[in-house]
């Protein structure tokens, strides 16, 4: 009797076990739904000690910022890191995140929605007016091409899901990409409370331009949308002066709010085969922002080439 008592009492205790092991691996989504948590991706050799970089020959490049990363993507080496685990606020980096998450959900890009008083309020400057009527792919170019807030506003709301739901999405999704200093509290980069570092931005960056649609909006160095419902084209001219500048830029992303200084996260890809992903955070002014980006990749493609890159 006693040995039947100990069996049963065994059974319970492992189906108790199996039964916690298999709630820690379930998770509640925006949508209130209990899904399988998604694992971790598998992060490169440079976010695992972004603060280390290779020794490299001759002086490094003039930073003037308060963070920054230069990371060889074809041998996956920090080439260059200061404050890189520093948390920040990233202003419009934000977008970056926003436009995947809005991309993910599926949604139809032809479909028109009109631009609301919620969307325009306290939003800085923006080219649209309450009552514009524009495609959502128009309005993804407008977030990630001229950093437009109301259109970043418009793209969160239309993704089928509450902004609480969409900001938490934002927030699940750095999480799977192994962001782990990011945190978000709205879609435009407003909010000083958006806060990551310059890892995180480089990760974010460069998991946003596998995907095809966002490459190519990220890399646009201007371009035309038209509103359905007037007769006026908004032409939109990408934040990114380095765009037209000679550089060929896989894509990038610039950002600003007081809190945050003057950002940016690029990736350039040269002819000769260099492949450098750069993140400024926290610059003085605009010139110095773009000054940095510049020294950054004149320095980086001036490099030899990892051994391996085929060039």
């Not at 290779?54 to 002086?59: H, L, M, N, P, T």
């Not at 239309?158 to 879609?187: C, I, Q, W, Y």
């Amino acid at each position: 009797m006693k040995k039947h008592v100990l069996i049963w009492l065994g059974g319970v205790v492992l189906c108790g076990v199996l039964i916690l092991g298999t709630t820690r691996e379930l998770v509640t989504s925006p949508l209130g739904l209990q899904e399988s948590a998604p694992p971790k991706l598998e992060l490169p050799k440079w976010a695992v000690h972004p603060d280390r970089a290779i020794e490299v020959r001759g002086r490094r490049p003039v930073m003037s910022c308060e963070a920054a990363l230069i990371i060889d993507n074809v041998s996956n080496d920090v080439l260059y890191t200061q404050n890189a685990l520093q948390k920040r606020s990233i202003a419009s980096l934000s977008k970056l995140l926003t436009s995947l998450v809005f991309v993910e959900s599926g949604v139809d890009l032809s479909t028109i929605v009109q631009v609301t008083k919620e969307d325009a309020f306290e939003s800085s400057r923006s080219r649209f007016r309450p009552g514009d009527k524009l495609a959502l792919r128009d309005y993804l170019y407008a977030a990630l091409v001229s950093s437009d807030n109301r259109a970043a506003r418009v793209l969160a709301r239309s993704a089928g899901m509450s902004k609480e739901e969409f900001v938490a999405r934002m927030n699940d999704r750095a999480h799977h990409l192994g962001m782990d200093s990011t945190h978000v509290v709205e879609p435009t980069g407003l909010a000083q409370e958006n806060v990551s570092n310059a890892r995180d931005c480089a990760l974010l960056l460069n998991s946003v331009l596998k995907n095809p649609l966002l490459r190519q909006v990220a890399s646009t160095p201007e371009t035309t949308v038209q509103c359905v419902n007037r007769r006026r084209p908004y032409h939109l001219v990408n934040t990114n002066r380095l765009l037209r500048g000679g550089y060929r830029f896989v894509g990038s992303k610039t950002g600003y709010i007081d809190a945050a200084g003057w950002c940016i996260a690029a990736r350039s890809a040269a002819d000769d085969g260099h492949d450098v992903t750069v993140v400024v955070l926290g610059a003085p002014s605009n010139s110095n922002r773009f000054r940095a980006l510049r020294n950054a990749l004149t320095w980086a493609n001036g490099l030899p080439l990892p051994a391996g890159s085929g060039s």
